[in-house]
């Protein structure tokens, strides 16, 4: 069996206990060698052959899976954060399809929410950002047409950028053709839960400028919208003027 296993952000201790149990127990993985921690391969077993994907293909990859499988051992594909969120799963998973080998993804923490851990920030906050946009600067690979920075930019909510730390040049201008005011707050986070994290709080006017001055070319996430500002409005949930089917309103107003 294929494990996909999401490694979290950085810190070992981020990993599920799922994923941590299946690398307990695996004969061979396969991780990201450029991304993942590699105190995490502490958990592996004496036996266990290891690979580092860093330097592999996909079809290098895809055929160590299949070695592994045709032998009757268990393969656990380590990716950081959650496999599902640039993790270049999906063609993976197609040749395993192809190939008829068996698989399961064990979800992780991404690296956003890492970040924003870091940052002591709700995404979603009443009254100030009640959705989100993960998406990432155009670079070497393009995005679909109706994802361009500037068109998302003009929903004004909360937004987080992968893959983009050595983009923000560009970034920062679709985002302000977009319609963010040059004001609304930024931040970049530097290799979020790891010992050498690092916050560089900005706006979306300084961004670039601020990401030069800091050297940050790469291993960074960059957060953007006004929740960072802090507190926004009171949730209803918590209201005692607001029912719910678990509690009645308090204070005789009901909203």
């Known amino acids: 069996m294929i494990h996909f296993v999401g490694a979290g952000p950085g810190a070992p201790d981020l990993i599920t206990v799922r994923g941590e149990r299946l690398l307990a127990t695996t004969d061979v993985v396969i991780y990201a060698g450029s991304l993942v921690s590699p105190d995490l391969l502490a958990s ?3 036996y266990c052959e290891i690979h580092d ?14 070695e592994a499988d045709g032998a009757g051992k268990d393969c656990v594909r380590l990716h950081t954060g959650d496999p599902a969120l640039f993790g270049a799963i999906a063609e993976q998973m197609a040749e395993l399809d192809r190939l008829g080998i068996a698989y399961e993804v064990v979800p992780g923490v991404s690296a956003l929410f890492g970040a924003t851990a870091a940052l002591r920030c709700e995404l979603t906050q009443p009254g100030v950002s009640q959705s989100l946009v993960i998406t990432r600067a155009e670079g070497r690979t393009p995005v679909p047409e109706g994802e361009r920075l500037r068109l998302l930019a003009s929903h004004g909510c909360t937004m987080a950028l992968f893959l983009s730390a050595g983009l923000l040049r560009q970034a920062q201008e679709e985002l302000l053709l977009g319609g963010y005011p040059a004001e609304t707050p930024a931040a970049i986070v530097y290799r979020a839960t ?9 706006t979306i006017g300084t961004l670039a400028r601020c990401a030069e001055e800091h050297d940050v070319g790469r291993s960074a996430l960059v957060v953007i919208g006004d929740v960072l500002k802090g507190q926004g409005g009171r949730s209803k949930l918590y209201d005692p003027g607001f029912a719910h089917g678990y509690r009645p309103a308090k204070g005789g107003v009901e909203r």
């Not at 330097?55 to 290098?60: A, H, K, N, Q, S």
Request: proline content about 12%.
């Open 44 to 46: 592996c077993p004496p």
């Open 53 to 66: 994907s860093a330097t592999m293909t996909l079809e290098e990859t895809v055929e160590v899976m299949r």
């Open 194 to 202: 790891w010992p050498d994290e690092a916050i560089y709080r900005c």
